[in-house]
């Protein structure tokens, strides 16, 4: 049973590693990337530090200020995840193609006994393509995802290619940790 | 505009990482520590948690625990620990970061997606004859 595993581990890793490859060589080397991406960092940290500082105060130029630092961010963080789209399509289609390729290895096939029984609405997730009705089986999607989940997460941050905390936190919704993370 | 540099962008450069890192994890076993850079604190935080769900999850799948429990452990030692590291034994002031909230989530989906990954492959490698022994039985 280690062998199934492992290797949906090491097949994780690899795909991650491709899709963070193929998303340098199409967007994160390009000058606008960075020049964004520098940019939008920039204005992160200082409008924090500005509703720091002016957190209690009303005064109504500084708010303005804010307003506009906050419209200014808006639009480039817009502009940024425009850019990343191009790759996200891309990976996109990469990666639906290598999956359906791995999951006709797996069809089937119960890769791991799972030591709890999932809630209903990840049992469909889990016990995917697999026959009976014991839902402590646990198909290859599921593993694939969380190793993904754990992996993919962790190689953007190790090689810094994460939005930083300010970014994130200011860009809200717009700007999600890791889109497409799950492809 | 700042003279504080981003971590992260600190980390993408090589050289300097290595050389902040021993003193980084110096800092973070130290009780009380300065942390003038609030990512970097919050970088210590995401990357202990990562090799702490790993190491959970291989206890977890050593010993075995089963079911709900498993679980509630985790996200309750997890959280837990991450608490009272930074609150009383880093002593840090919650409010700077937003709150205790965003110091017990900052890195917890990710740690939990390890702990999962790692709980399920040593539960099933290692005890794979028993519970097929016992799932004939039942």
């Not at chain 1, 939008?40 to 957190?55: A, F, P, T, W």
């Not at chain 2, 505009?1 to 600190?10: K, P, Q």
């Not at chain 2, 110091?103 to 490698?125: C, D, N, P, Q």
Request: charge should be positive; aromatic fraction near 12%.
């Amino acid at each position: 049973m280690w062998s199934d595993t492992i290797l949906i581990v090491f097949i994780s890793i690899c795909t991650a590693l491709l899709g963070e490859g193929l998303t340098w060589v199409l967007v994160y080397r390009t000058e606008k990337y960075q020049k964004l991406k520098g940019e939008v960092e920039k204005q992160s940290k200082k409008l924090e530090r500005r509703k720091e500082i002016h957190g209690e105060s009303l005064d109504k130029s500084q708010k303005k200020k804010i307003e506009r630092d906050e419209e200014k961010l808006k639009n480039n963080n817009r502009d940024l995840s425009l850019v990343k789209m191009k790759s996200m399509f891309a990976t996109g289609f990469a990666f639906t193609a290598l999956l359906s390729m791995f999951n006709s290895i797996f069809d089937g096939r119960v890769v791991a006994q799972l030591p709890f029984t999932p809630i209903s609405w990840i049992q469909g997730l889990s016990h995917r393509n697999l026959s009976g009705d014991d839902y402590t089986d646990c198909s290859f999607i599921f593993l694939y995802i969380l190793c993904t989940m754990s992996i993919r997460q962790n190689i953007q941050k190790l090689l810094g290619f994460a939005p930083s905390r300010a970014a994130s936190k200011q860009g809200g919704g717009l700007f999600g940790p890791t889109p497409g993370q799950f492809k | 505009m700042s003279t504080r540099t981003n971590t992260i962008e600190r980390n993408s450069n090589g050289s300097p990482k290595s050389l902040n890192l021993s003193e980084i994890c110096s800092r973070a076993l130290k009780a009380n520590s300065e942390w003038p850079d609030k990512d970097e604190f919050l970088d210590v935080i995401y990357w202990a948690r990562q090799i702490f769900g790993i190491l959970l999850g291989i206890v977890w799948g050593i010993v075995p625990l089963k079911g709900f429990l498993g679980l509630v452990l985790f996200a309750g030692i997890s959280c837990g620990i991450v608490y009272i590291y930074s609150i009383n034994f880093q002593g840090i002031d919650e409010e700077a970061y937003g709150g205790a909230w965003e110091l017990v989530k900052e890195g917890f989906m990710t740690s939990f997606a390890g702990f999962l990954v790692t709980w399920i492959i040593f539960y099933t490698g290692l005890h794979y004859d028993t519970i097929m022994a016992e799932k004939e039985l039942s």
